[in-house]
T-cell receptor, first 114, second 114 residues
């Protein structure tokens, strides 16, 4: 079945540092890929998405590129802020095999220190 | 305007009791979901409904029963609550079950079983 593997956390960075959170996936079809962010005490919200190979999703300074050849969708940000502290989830959705069910990674907790 | 709302936000109850969590979305979406998030932030899908029809029913104890009176509402009823049911439960919705559509999450219901 489909699966998503995320870089293990927690990750602690200083403000203005470069962020990479690795995400690789296994899917039998051609899934859409997502990054969701969960701020403390809140539900998940979409950060960015890509629906086909080589698409780049971007939002709030975060970027991720859908790499079919390496089955990856790594999240990057050039300069993190304290307000980026949250849990980040990589996810895929494959309607052909999963009736639209999304498969989520285990989440990576990011803490940014001033 | 809240897109996906859940009630209650907090629920503290004793083992053996029966409780319900309600979810409503005002986005006009066709598909709704229930997820369980444990203390390590792992997210697990429980159920999904598309236009009031059950389309995903993961391996969940039959003490959990979803009900969708209309496509804007998806409630979760839990019988004979157990300690292991303590978690945060999230409702979510998406435009439909196709893979390119992101999910919109509610704020969560923190269930504590004592």
């Amino acid at each position: 079945g489909d699966s998503v593997t995320q870089m293990e956390g927690p990750v602690t960075l200083s403000e203005e540092a470069f962020l990479t959170i690795n995400c690789t996936y296994t899917a039998t079809g051609y899934p859409s890929l997502f990054w969701y962010v969960q701020y403390p005490g809140e539900g998940l919200q979409l950060l960015l998405k890509a629906t086909k190979a080589d698409d780049k999703g971007s939002n709030k300074g975060f970027e991720a590129t859908y790499r079919k050849e390496t089955t990856s969708f790594h999240l990057e940000k050039g300069s993190v802020q304290v307000s980026d502290s949250a849990v980040y989830f990589c996810a895929l959705s494959d309607e052909n095999t999963n009736a639209g069910k999304s498969t989520f990674g285990d989440g990576t907790t990011l803490t940014v220190k001033p | 305007d809240t897109a996906v709302s859940q009630t209650p936000k907090y629920l503290v109850t004793q083992m053996g009791n029966d409780k319900s969590i309600k979810c409503e979305q005002n986005l006009g979406h066709d598909t709704m979901y229930w997820y369980k998030q444990d203390s390590k932030k792992f997210l697990k899908i429980m159920f999904s409904y598309n236009n009031k029809e059950l389309i995903i029913n993961e391996t969940v104890p039959n003490r959990f029963s979803p009900k969708s009176p209309d496509k804007a509402h998806l409630n979760l009823h839990i019988n004979s609550l157990e300690l292991g049911d303590s978690a945060v439960y999230f409702c979510a919705s998406s435009q439909d079950s196709r893979d390119s559509y992101e999910q919109y999450f509610g704020p969560g219901t923190r269930l504590t079983v004592t």
